[in-house]
């Protein structure tokens, strides 16, 4: 549904984004790298705010800047704070649908549906004035999904919100996805994106660093051990064990803690595999089995290092 192809966009002296090319088809993506990597020009692209400088930018099968086509099934949820302080929720989002082409018999009660949906049904007669940054997240996000769109692209759409506002916003995006949509979300905090998608794409510097499964992208760093721990009273006798696994560089215990054990393996889909086996067949206890490497912080900090 977006195509890049070998895009890039400066700003006098100063690179946007470099030779960046990707494909995002339906479903959720999350586009993830720290602030300053590049996100929301690549996004400003995407939505036809920018032109590129090279190269070729394609929604839907057209091209986005300036492009009412493309406009008409495409919501933004922008990072930026420029609502209309003077209007309420409802009259913000009303305007918001009526520039979208929704006829008027059907726009009120379409108003009153996603800004239900959003959670701002006790507010929507507020002014966006007197609204927390919570609340003005969760009206960017009713005006992006008030015309439905096909691809739906929110800019770090969950700063300002409370846990229970951000389970709300994913709730949300989850539904759209469901519909078949294209959900393209744009994030500098990798735990949030992690409850959503594993898809991802990581930029930093302006460059596309990788994309794809971020599990997958994960058992391509092969360079650096993979970390396991896990805790069983049975340390030493397990420890042994482990090290007979061709996939194991090293065990280490901590005196400090008596049941814990940390694991490095270059081959964690080995290691993964043969484990289980171990423990079922020596009757080994094990309490808590986890890896602090199989996560997306582990995955954006080997890329970019360096």
């Known amino acids: ?20 090319s990707c494909h995002i088809q339906s479903g959720m993506t999350a586009l993830l790298g720290p602030n300053g990597a590049g996100k929301s020009t690549m996004l400003k692209l995407i939505t036809g705010q920018l032109r590129p400088t090279t190269g070729s930018v394609t929604v839907l099968g057209e091209k986005p800047f300036a492009n009412p086509k493309v406009y008409r099934r495409l919501g933004y949820c922008p990072e930026i704070e420029n609502n209309y302080d003077d209007m309420t929720g409802v009259e913000f989002v009303t305007m918001l649908g009526a520039m979208a082409g929704i006829p008027a018999n059907v726009l009120k009660p ?26 003005r997240q969760r009206i960017k996000v009713a005006q992006g999904i008030i015309h439905d769109p096909d691809v739906l692209v ?66 391509l760093i092969d360079k650096h051990p993979h970390k396991i721990t896990l805790t069983t009273p049975d340390t030493r ?36 595999s043969s484990f289980p086996d171990l423990i079922l067949q020596e009757d080994f206890e094990v309490s808590s089995f986890e890896s602090p490497d199989n996560n997306l912080e582990a995955v954006f900090k080997y890329l970019i290092q360096g």
């Open 1 to 20: 549904m977006i195509q890049l192809e070998h895009a890039s966009r400066w700003y006098q002296q100063v690179i946007g984004i470099n030779d960046v």
């Open 237 to 272: 006798r397990l420890s042994k064990r482990l090290l007979d696994f061709p996939s194991v560089l090293s065990v280490r215990l901590d005196a400090q803690k008596p049941d814990y054990v940390e694991i490095e393996t270059r081959d964690p889909n080995s290691f993964y």
């Open 154 to 219: 929110l800019d770090e759409p969950m700063n300002g919100l409370d846990p229970v506002g951000r389970r709300e916003m994913m709730n949300v995006f989850v539904a759209m996805v469901q519909k078949g949509k294209c959900v393209l979300v744009s994030s500098h905090i990798l735990y949030e994106v992690e409850q959503m998608t594993s898809n991802i794409l990581l930029m930093n510097r302006g460059r596309l660093m990788a994309q794809g499964n971020v599990y997958q992208i994960r058992g």
């Open 110 to 135: 379409r108003v009153g549906e996603v800004i239900e949906t959003v959670g701002m049904t006790v507010n929507a007669k507020r002014k966006i004035g007197g609204y927390s940054k919570g609340m």
